[in-house]
């Protein structure tokens, strides 16, 4: 190890940003796992633009991924970056105001020219006017470095060379907080194993990097952050479409079904698609459809036939999902339809999240169409959300829809490894003999014949001898499922549909508050992707000596059975959302509570100091003892 | 980068397989009847609906196939053709507008046993699910799609649809259609269809045996049917019904045979072009032979193509009817393929453990 100081740090946060075609995604994630295997928890934010490679050296083209690591438990990407790795002028420019004074910033100056200066509106160099005075900043001349140290590699061209930068800063970095690099060699080898040449110039820029950071006289000290402690088990790294893809697999392996998955591509829902493609070993089908609604048909129609229905989507396609899905709530087919939330309306921020699709999953179909709805709350949460969606579905025979969103969707964390033989038995029983006698005594078949308890009906699949029988989106006369247009039979099927929704609840967890002094008169009250930063804005707030309860809804439709016995047990409820209060509307109509709502739609997800304000001033206004400075 | 996929080669989806390989079959010398077929459900179409002829004919054809019945689905989209699955008592769904080939497509993927038909109309396939239909036609997806042509819309009582003629009157074109209509077998060709037909309600036995050569064709099937709509297009095919206007009109397609009728011949002109002409006047050398499995779909076009709005000549039987591998042939064949054995729950473990795993101590 290096003969300089090391020093201990408790936790970091890092941004690595440049333009689109800088690799910044590349070289987050390889850090990122590196840091994982360190043992640290950590939480990521990528934040890329929705064009590809939009004008270099632009403001719009600019990337980042942001990493939080730590020696404890982590809840969030972090508030504001300790260290800004900027490639260009328009990386720096772009994500400066996030950063606290004193921050750490690595500047690529070889891209400080006067033309790229120009093209994001610097006049003078910030580099030199003093304008970041404030900032520790260490000026390395990344791109020609890198090049020299592929001076051997007679073969690449320069700008093959020049591609190496990010390895060489993923090597600086490394060597600064001390994370071991075998696992990115290992995963640059199998990157590059049938191209010796590229593969040899990124590990030597990689070693080059590391290198530089034990010799240069620029950086004194390089950091250590220790192991978090975890509870014990195996680990990974995973992102939240990850963690969602392999719990469709491993719930339809529980549920003994065949996974199918129809679906579209859209940001940022493909990773879904793409990371199921890949897994036909295990049995599962994947079709790109030719549109968002025909991924949804093809779902619906193998869960017909008695495979695992699953389609992805994100906003806009979810509303062009919205007939299939009422045509599942009138079949009462499993079916489960994951929405990864993205800014709206319309196209919207495509790689931007938002959370502002809640109301559209309740509510965004002709009728009275209930569907059950959960979300996640983190990345590794996607992985139990998928899960429970394939419980529900399959008991209760109805479609569900998953509400991720773009932060869970790409943001990563350590994940526990559940055994997959510990996992819900979700086994599935069809319908095999016929359920009734008809008027001359014959045994016979009624398609809508309900299970008393769950209220689902049979699932009765083709190919079963006997049970042949016609279902469709027109309204079913109850138990005998032929066609019907009877005024109080339509009434009577509306209530049951109703019920064997509301019916969910008897199944499900009840909604758990965390309140360690036990006498909390304001509540946090959150759903989704908010959850971290909820937590750590409720952690702060609580350094502060603020008595505040946290909850959060896993599920949207119905709610856990005891949601308005909690909301009604706090002076104050706040509910936090990345939409303009969809879930506040909702709980005041159904509990009467007067819920107080606090949005956001920045396409971001909330600063956990932003909520511990508002924690604070809420708790203030109901306490008579005086909080303590804000210890951030 | 493409990658040869070589397949299907073996089981159900190998080259040359019936339409119904894979699909269990009736054993020890029982069958079916039509009554077998034959829902408990009152028919529900308006007096002299030309579906009601289908529907026999399709009762009627179906255990001619030897199939077990529960073994057979019938989906259907939105519109007066669409209510045909409860009319038949096998499995089926009646979906929602436009949409039974995207439903059945998942369907088919995931059940090799099952023979899967789609009952839809000229404006359900053609209109609202016009990108579906030329999707699944040209996956090649193991489909019976059965298109009834009425040239109107019945269920909405009376718009013009995307096959009426241009000029049409009806209730929302009272000045006449100013839209070209499609012609559903040209478009289907386009769309890479690997069998294609046309028949009519009325002739029972050529339209069951366009539907017999559909079920034994391995792949998407389109047959447009042509069908009366009594109430609000009334007799638009009727001079294909009277016994000697059809002889002068209908070229019947019979592969290896002369496209003609009694009088007249198809010949092909320099530019490739084709024409009616009296068979007197016919050059022999330029007489058309259909070739029903020709690779190239050009000629089969070219013959569709020979439809004048006057029905003055329609061309009727099958225009294209080729090998292809389908999509769920070969989607099974990747799983298959890829698949080591059952999975067990040691495999889902390695799975969601992945590559990068840690471990923290108690």
């Not at chain 1, 190890?1 to 940003?17: C, E, G, N």
């Not at chain 1, 994500?95 to 004193?102: E, I, K, Q, S, V």
Request: proline share 6%.
């Amino acid at each position: 190890m290096s003969a300089k100081l090391v020093q201990k740090l408790d936790r970091v946060v890092i941004r690595f940003a440049g333009d689109s075609g800088d690799g910044m995604q590349l070289t987050g994630d390889r850090f990122t796992s590196q840091t994982a295997l360190l043992g640290n928890d950590l939480s990521t934010l990528p934040n890329f633009p929705a064009e590809i490679r939009a004008p270099q050296g632009t403001l719009p083209g600019v990337s980042s991924f942001q990493l939080h690591f730590a020696d404890h438990n982590v809840l969030t990407p972090g508030d504001a970056p300790d260290v800004l790795v900027a490639m260009n002028p328009a990386a720096l420019k772009a994500n400066l105001r996030d950063l606290p004074r004193g921050a750490a910033i690595i500047v690529n100056t070889d891209e400080f020219t006067k033309r790229n200066l120009s093209k994001v509106g610097y006049v003078e160099n910030p580099l030199d006017d003093g304008s970041l005075d404030s900032y520790d900043v260490h000026p390395v001349a990344l791109t020609s470095i890198a090049v020299e140290a592929l001076v051997s590699f007679t073969d690449l061209t320069r700008k093959e060379k020049e591609r190496a930068k990010n390895m060489f800063a993923l090597g600086l970095l490394s060597w600064l907080y001390t994370r071991p690099m075998d696992g990115t060699e290992a995963f640059l080898k199998a990157k590059f194993a049938d191209k010796p040449e590229i593969l040899e110039a990124n590990l030597a820029a990689l070693r080059a990097g590391f290198n530089y950071g034990e010799t240069t006289e620029d950086f004194a000290v390089a950091y250590e952050v220790a192991p978090a402690a975890m509870p014990a088990g195996t680990y990974r790294n995973v992102t939240g479409n990850v963690a969602l893809s392999l719990g469709l697999v491993a719930a339809a392996h529980r549920a003994h079904l065949p996974l199918f998955l129809g679906s579209y591509p859209i940001t940022p829902a493909s990773d879904i698609l793409h990371t199921l493609a890949g897994l036909k070993r295990y049995g599962v089908a994947t079709m790109q459809a030719e549109d968002e609604i025909a991924g949804v048909g093809a779902a619906l129609g193998a869960s017909f036939g008695g495979a695992l229905g699953v389609t992805t989507t994100s906003g806009p396609g979810l509303a062009l999902k919205a007939e299939t899905i009422g045509l599942a709530v009138s079949l009462e087919l499993p079916l489960i339809v994951c929405d990864i939330q993205r800014g709206g309306p319309s196209t919207g921020l495509p790689t931007k999240t938002e959370q502002a699709d809640l109301l559209q999953a309740l509510f965004g179909r002709n009728g009275e169409s209930p569907v059950a709805v959960v979300a996640p709350a983190t990345p590794a949460d996607c992985f139990d959300v998928a899960v429970e969606a394939v419980r529900i579905a399959t008991t209760y025979r109805t479609p569900v829809i998953v509400l991720s969103d773009g932060y869970l969707a790409n943001g990563s964390e350590p994940w526990r490894l559940p055994r997959t033989a510990d996992l819900p038995d979700i086994a599935v029983e069809f319908a095999t003999e016929p359920n009734a006698v008809d008027d001359k005594g014959q045994p016979t078949f009624h398609p809508y014949l309900r299970d008393p308890e769950t209220l689902a009906r049979p699932w009765a699949i083709p190919g079963t001898p006997g049970l042949e029988h016609r279902v469709g989106g027109i309204e079913k006369a109850d138990v005998t499922g032929n066609i019907s247009y009877d005024p109080d039979n339509h009434d009577h099927m509306t209530r049951l549909r109703q019920a064997k929704i509301d019916g969910i609840a008897d199944t499900i967890e009840p909604l758990v508050v965390d309140d360690p002094t036990d006498d909390a008169d304001v509540l946090v009250l959150g759903w989704g992707s908010t959850f971290g930063p909820i937590a750590a804005g409720v952690r702060l707030a609580r350094a502060t000596g603020a008595r505040v309860a946290q909850a959060h809804l896993r599920h949207l439709n119905p709610f856990p059975a005891n949601t308005g016995d909690v909301l009604r047990s706090y002076q104050r409820v706040i509910v936090p959302e990345m939409n303009l209060g969809q879930l506040a509307m909702l709980l005041r109509a159904k509990y009467l509570v007067d819920i107080e709502s606090h949005t956001s739609v920045r396409g971001l997800p909330f600063q956990a100091g932003e909520l511990a304000d508002v924690i604070a001033t809420a708790v203030a206004s109901v306490s008579d003892v005086p909080l303590k400075e804000a210890a951030k | 980068m493409t990658t040869d996929l070589g397949m299907p080669s073996s089981g159900p989806g190998a080259p040359g397989a019936h339409g119904t390989a894979g699909v269990p079959r009736l054993t020890d010398g029982t069958a079916l009847t039509k009554k077998d077929f034959t829902s408990d459900q009152e028919v529900r179409w308006c007096p002299g609906c030309g579906d009601y002829a289908i529907l026999a004919a399709v009762q009627g054809f179906l255990p001619e196939l030897g199939l077990k019945r529960e073994n057979i689905v019938f989906v259907s989209g939105i519109g007066c053709s669409s209510r045909f699955p409860y009319y038949l008592d096998t499995y089926g769904m009646h979906s929602i507008h436009g949409r039974a080939p995207a439903i059945a497509t998942g369907l088919a993927a995931t059940r090799e046993d099952l023979s899967v038909w789609v009952v839809t109309g000229d404006g359900d396939a053609l209109s609202i699910g016009g990108n579906h239909l030329i999707h699944a036609l040209r996956r090649n997806v193991n489909l019976k799609i059965l298109l009834f042509n009425n040239e109107i819309y019945g269920l909405t009582k009376g718009q013009y649809s995307p096959t009426s003629h241009v000029g049409q009157v009806t209730k929302s074109t009272p000045l006449g259609s100013l839209d070209t209509p499609f012609n559903p077998v040209s478009l289907a060709l386009g769309a890479e269809a690997s069998f294609v037909a046309r028949t009519m309600d009325s002739d029972r036995q050529h339209l069951t045996s366009v539907l017999r050569a559909a079920a034994e064709h391995r792949g998407s099937a389109l047959v447009e049917i042509y069908q009366n709509c009594p109430i609000f297009n009334d007799g638009v095919f009727d001079v294909l019904k009277d016994r000697t206007e059809a002889a002068a009109r209908i070229l019947h397609l019979a592969d290896g045979e002369e496209v003609g009728t009694a009088e007249t011949v198809v010949v092909r002109d320099d530019r490739g072009s084709l024409a009616v002409v009296p068979r007197a006047e016919a050059d022999p050398a330029r007489i058309v032979r259909h070739d029903e499995s020709a690779h190239d779909p050009s000629a089969a076009f070219a013959l569709s193509r020979l439809d004048s709005p006057d029905l003055g000549h329609v061309p009727m039987g099958i225009f294209r009817n080729v090998q292809r591998p389908t999509y769920d042939d070969s989607l099974r064949e990747q799983i298959a393929s890829a698949r080591t054995g059952e999975v067990t729950d040691a495999d889902i473990d390695a799975l969601l453990a992945g590559r990068d795993t840690w471990t923290v101590g108690a």
